[in-house]
């Protein structure tokens, strides 16, 4: 079965500085998407950037960018300039034709 | 266009009673999804339908749990002979279902507590 790993639990990050969420997933399809989510506190989830796994020029938009690394199944989502609201739980997740699965996520503070 | 929506967002019951949910999808989204999510965790992939077909089910889904989407509009999921353990918060989400067109989005959830 397909796995989705986020090997932080919790991050933490001044506010204006840079960093980046790991993200790790286990598969044998050629075709697939895999997504990051947001999820702030009592607030429902939103996507912050998706990937298609043919492309391989790496997603961005605006302050939030990927390393999407194929070969190594790794999909690390870069936050710069980070601000208050960008706490949130983070979730990676992996979307192929049979089968769509979330990793456990990543807890983000921003420290002012 | 509002959104993905949910009914109830919370829901209190006891032990044995059957409960329902209800969501909403995007009205142009053809695929609807059902997962639950426990505290701390992900969210957990129960079913999804394209248009009115259930097209795919978790071994998380089990005998308790139905679903239906019977005009492929709107979804009700139903949990029979409610268990402490199916307490958590049950989401709902839809999407285009177009090769580049996936992404899903999500509803605020329903809260399930079960006494």
């Known amino acids: 079965a397909q796995t989705v790993t986020q090997s932080q639990p919790e991050m933490s990050v001044q506010e204006a500085e840079t960093v980046t969420l790991s993200c790790t997933y286990d598969?044998?399809?050629?075709?697939?998407?895999l997504f990051w989510y947001k999820q702030p506190p009592s607030r429902q989830m939103i996507l912050v950037i998706r990937q298609e796994a043919y492309k391989q020029q790496n997603a961005t938009e605006n302050r939030f960018s990927v390393n999407f690394q194929k070969a190594a199944k790794s999909f690390s989502l870069k936050i710069s300039d980070s601000q208050l609201g960008d706490a949130a739980m983070y979730f990676c997740a992996y979307r192929s034709r049979d089968d769509m699965r979330f990793g456990a996520g990543t807890r983000l503070t921003v420290k002012p | 266009d509002t959104g993905v929506s949910q009914d109830p967002r919370h829901k209190i019951t006891k032990r044995g009673q059957n409960v329902t949910f209800r969501c909403d999808p995007i009205?142009?989204?053809?695929?609807l999804y059902w997962y639950r999510q426990t505290l701390g965790q992900g969210p957990e992939f129960l079913t999804y339908?394209?248009?009115?077909?259930?097209?795919?089910k978790s071994r998380l889904l089990s005998d308790r749990f139905s679903a239906e989407r019977p005009k492929g509009s709107f979804s009700t999921l139903e949990i029979q002979r409610t268990e402490q353990g199916d307490s958590a918060m049950y989401l709902c989400?839809?999407?285009?279902?177009?090769?580049?067109?996936?992404?899903?989005?999500f509803g605020p959830g329903t809260r399930l507590l079960v006494l």
């Open positions: 989400a839809s999407s285009l279902g177009l090769r580049n067109q996936e992404t899903q989005y």
């Open positions: 339908f394209q248009n009115e077909a259930q097209l795919e």
């Open positions: 009205s142009e989204h053809n695929r």
């Open positions: 598969t044998s399809e050629s075709d697939y998407y």
